[in-house]
């Protein structure tokens, strides 16, 4: 159940979570932000997990709306791959490397989810490759899991 309140929860933590990394930001200051009560807070989210992971899928049902209107909008492969990368650089760009650290340091269920995205994200970077192929327009002597490889740990970096 998800409820008007739960949405402007996960919308104000995920903000904080990713501007200043997930170990800061406290219930306490989230709840602070939002002008109501701890209990409040509480009785809609019991932990971090739970609502670290609920930020996460909720950034991820806004990637997946965003992707659709890529897809939509594509003149061809090409063109899909440079407005995805795009979208991911504008969120790595307006994310604390934080965040990251926090997330593999404290939450190992939260980033095994993450990282489970990831490799989905890498597969479905091979498929867009493999379909270029046939669009004539992605070389077929590439070896494309090397490529989405490179092109996923490319926004890892510093």
């Known amino acids: 159940?998800?409820?008007?309140?739960?949405?402007?929860?996960?919308k104000q933590a995920t903000r904080m979570f990713?501007?200043?990394?997930?170990?800061?930001?406290?219930?306490?200051?989230?709840?602070?932000?939002?002008?109501?009560?701890?209990r409040?807070?509480?009785?809609?989210?019991?932990?971090?997990?739970?609502?670290?992971?609920?930020?996460?899928?909720?950034?991820?049902?806004?990637?997946?709306?965003?992707?659709?209107?890529?897809?939509?909008?594509?003149?061809?492969?090409?063109d899909l791959l440079l407005n995805v990368y795009e979208d991911i650089l504008r969120f790595m760009r307006n994310t604390s490397p934080m965040f990251f650290v926090d997330m593999e340091r404290?939450?190992?269920?939260?980033?095994?989810?993450?990282?489970?995205?990831?490799?989905?994200?890498?597969?479905?970077?091979v498929d867009l490759l493999k379909e270029g192929v046939g669009e004539g327009v992605i070389r077929a002597d590439i070896n494309m899991e090397i490529v989405a490889t490179l092109l996923t740990f490319q926004f890892e970096l510093p």
């Open 1 to 10: 159940m998800n409820t008007e309140l739960q949405q402007r929860i996960i």
């Open 18 to 38: 990713l501007c200043n990394g997930i170990k800061s930001v406290t219930m306490d200051m989230i709840a602070s932000q939002l002008g109501i009560s701890k």
């Open 40 to 78: 409040t807070f509480y009785e809609n989210f019991k932990e971090k997990n739970e609502l670290l992971l609920a930020c996460l899928e909720s950034q991820e049902m806004e990637r997946r709306a965003r992707l659709e209107v890529y897809f939509a909008n594509r003149k061809n492969v090409i």
């Open 106 to 125: 404290y939450y190992p269920r939260v980033n095994d989810k993450y990282e489970n995205d990831k490799e989905c994200h890498k597969q479905a970077t």
